[in-house]
Structures are given as structure tokens and as C-alpha cells.
């Protein structure tokens, strides 16, 4: 399986690619946690701290990049709390030695806490602002949530990889294929609008002032529940309670849509498939064995059939709804 490795990106490139935009490293590199891309923390001679992305190559083409940059910038303007990339003579996306990178400035913040409903309800409000700004244009380059890249082809990553183990191949592939072909008749996407994509905690720094996105990286068209689901938790009852909590904030700036609901279970189903092929397109990745040793091992492909098997369970189930 064909994989772009990373070790060609030296300290040294990395360095000469920074100051090549005219900003002046005075500090080391600070790795920060990142499995897709390469990012790094640094300051400058003045003391200021920076952060700085390095695109996976063939993973996204430079338009899809730059239309992921304009977004931030244009929730900007409109005084969203995202971390934007620092522009220089009008650029925001720059190009070094083949490899593709941004700049940012270094913003830092305590874990967002799913549990708190203060704290869900302000995320409602923040997540509705950024709907009623997305909403009125579509993204002209990057790709739509869809079955045929989150199921189909990552299905065909997973069988060609080659990693799952023979002795349970007949299980595995099974219930992947029952659990594909349910998400496959139930996901339709009526209305889809400009997404932040990948809204889960990790991606929510909390500060006194509030909540801020630091990563767009995964940004593309879909329905505005994909926004909204990864911070529900625990059994049925609290994600209800959550859900409304969410809602009563979001609906402040943006009309929910209720019939989307029904598509939690399926973009659930979406996101543990893709996880899966991601892995698998990512495994001859150095930083991969490293980072997630676990993979790849018998005991995770016997658990990744008890999850498919609770999955089809849950896409039975009824949708989540609205406490009256």
C-alpha cells in the first residue's frame, strides 16, 4: 500500500521552510501531537510562539488546503473564536521543498469538558455562529461526507491492506459488510452546508473567555449534525439532556434541522469504518507503530467485531430525540 513517509522532513527543511516566509526562528522545534500531519511549536527572536503545519502530502491538494485556510479566516472576520493562520504579503499557505505548510499563532487552552452542560450549551451557541456564517456558500474544492469514501472505499483500504488476521476474516468481514450495507440505506443527506468536520474535544481548547477551534484540517460539506454528535456522551438519557443543551444554544443563530438526528448512527458508523481504513492507509507511517502499538494485533481485530456488532445494534435502534 502506497504511503508518503515523513523522513525526508528534517529539522533542518522544516527550519529553512519557516524563514524562508521571512519569519525568523529563535527557538527549537516543539513536536506537538499530530498523526496526519507534522506540526511544531517554536518562537521568534521577539518571544512570540508560533505553531507551524506541514501537510501530509497526497493527502489534499494545495486548493483544498487553501479553501481549508480561507475558511478560517473568513469565521475570523466574522470575530469566530478559531485559530487562523497568519498571513504574510496576503499568503497563508506556503510551499517548501515539495512539502506544503501554514503558520499559526501558538494558542493553548484546558481540555473542553463534555460533561459540563455550561460548557455544551456556550459550544451550541459557538457551533450555531459558525453554521450561520458556512451556510451561505459551499466549499467549491473540498469533498462531501459521503458513503462511498467513509464505506466504500474504506472498506477496499481494509481488504487490500491485507492486516486482518485469516483466522477471523470470515467474522470481521461479515459484519463489516452487514454493518455497511445498513449506514449505506439509512444516510441521506437532505441539506449539507460547510462543516468543521471533525468536532470532537481534542479539537476544542477552552480558555476564561471561552471555547476556540484549533484544526480545520478535516473540513468538508455535509449535514450540520456531524458538528454537533461527537460531543454527545454517555448512555441514552444523558445524550438526550446533552443533545438539548447543545440545541438551545445552536438554535440561537441557526435553525436545527430535527430529522437529521437520524443520521447520528450512520456517521458513527461512518467514522469507526474510516478510523479503521485510516489506520491500515497509514500503518507503513513510522509515527503509526509508535503511536499505536495496539493495532494490527489479533485482540484488535477481535474487539473491532464486538464494536461492528454493537454498531449494527445501535443503527436499529430508534434515533435520538428531542426531550419534549
Same mark, same amino acid.
Given at each position: 500500500m502506497s504511503v508518503?513517509?515523513?523522513?525526508?522532513?528534517? *529539522?533542518?527543511? $522544516?527550519?529553512?521552510?519557516?524563514?524562508?516566509?521571512?519569519? @525568523?526562528?529563535?527557538?527549537?522545534?516543539?513536536?506537538?501531537?499530530?498523526?496526519?500531519?507534522?506540526?511544531?511549536q517554536f518562537h521568534n527572536e521577539a518571544k512570540e510562539k508560533f505553531v507551524t503545519k506541514f501537510y501530509r502530502p497526497q493527502r489534499w491538494q494545495p486548493?483544498?488546503?487553501?479553501?481549508?485556510?480561507?475558511?478560517?479566516?473568513e469565521l475570523q472576520e466574522h470575530e469566530l473564536p478559531i485559530v487562523a493562520p497568519i498571513q504574510i504579503d496576503g499568503q497563508s499557505l506556503f510551499e517548501y521543498q515539495g512539502f506544503h505548510f501554514a503558520l499559526y499563532p501558538c494558542r493553548g487552552g484546558r481540555i473542553? &469538558?463534555?460533561?459540563?452542560?455550561?460548557?455544551?450549551?456556550? %459550544?451550541?451557541?459557538?457551533?450555531?455562529?459558525?453554521?450561520? $456564517?458556512?451556510?451561505? #456558500?459551499?466549499?467549491?474544492?473540498?469533498?462531501?461526507i459521503s458513503t462511498e469514501a467513509f464505506i466504500v472505499d474504506a472498506i477496499t483500504t481494509i481488504k487490500a491492506s491485507g492486516y486482518v488476521p485469516k483466522t477471523l476474516h470470515i467474522a470481521f468481514f461479515t459484519i463489516l459488510e452487514q454493518v455497511a450495507s445498513l449506514c449505506i440505506d439509512q444516510y441521506q443527506a437532505e441539506h449539507v452546508i460547510r462543516l468543521h468536520g471533525d468536532c470532537h474535544a481534542g479539537n476544542i481548547l477552552w480558555r476564561d473567555e471561552g471555547?476556540?477551534?484549533?484544526?480545520?484540517?478535516?473540513?468538508? %460539506?455535509?449535514?450540520?449534525?456531524?458538528?454537533?454528535? @461527537?460531543?454527545?456522551?454517555?448512555?441514552?438519557?444523558?445524550?438526550?439532556?446533552?443533545?438539548?443543551?447543545? +440545541?438551545?444554544?445552536?438554535?440561537?443563530?441557526?435553525?436545527?434541522?430535527? #430529522?437529521? +438526528?437520524? +443520521?447520528?448512527?450512520?456517521?458513527?458508523? @461512518?467514522?469507526? $469504518?474510516?478510523?479503521?481504513?485510516?489506520?491500515?492507509?497509514r500503518w507503513q507511517d513510522p509515527a503509526f507503530p509508535m503511536n499505536?502499538?495496539?493495532?494490527?494485533? &489479533?485482540?484488535?481485530?477481535?474487539?473491532?467485531?464486538? @464494536?461492528?456488532?454493537?454498531?449494527?445494534?445501535?443503527?436499529?435502534?430508534? *434515533?435520538?430525540s428531542l426531550l419534549p
Open positions: 508518503f513517509n515523513f523522513s525526508s522532513l528534517s *529539522p533542518d527543511l $522544516i527550519l529553512d521552510g519557516i524563514e524562508s516566509t521571512g519569519l @525568523m526562528v529563535d527557538s527549537g522545534l516543539l513536536p506537538l501531537n499530530s498523526y496526519e500531519n507534522r506540526v511544531y486548493v483544498q488546503i487553501q479553501e481549508e485556510l480561507d475558511f478560517a479566516l473542553f &469538558e463534555v460533561d459540563n452542560l455550561d460548557q455544551l450549551e456556550w %459550544m451550541g451557541r459557538f457551533v450555531g455562529r459558525i453554521h450561520a $456564517i458556512s451556510a451561505k #456558500k459551499a466549499f467549491q474544492h473540498r469533498p462531501s471555547p476556540h477551534f484549533v484544526d480545520l484540517d478535516d473540513c468538508r %460539506m455535509g449535514p450540520a449534525i456531524q458538528d454537533l454528535w @461527537m460531543m454527545l456522551s454517555g448512555d441514552r438519557q444523558q445524550q438526550c439532556l446533552q443533545l438539548d443543551t447543545l +440545541l438551545s444554544g445552536y438554535e440561537e443563530f441557526f435553525e436545527f434541522d430535527s #430529522k437529521e +438526528l437520524a +443520521l447520528i448512527e450512520s456517521l458513527r458508523t @461512518m467514522r469507526v $469504518i474510516n478510523y479503521i481504513a485510516w489506520l491500515c492507509r499505536f502499538p495496539w493495532f494490527n494485533t &489479533e485482540k484488535y481485530w477481535e474487539e473491532q467485531i464486538l @464494536m461492528l456488532k454493537e454498531q449494527y445494534s445501535a443503527l436499529q435502534q430508534a *434515533p435520538l
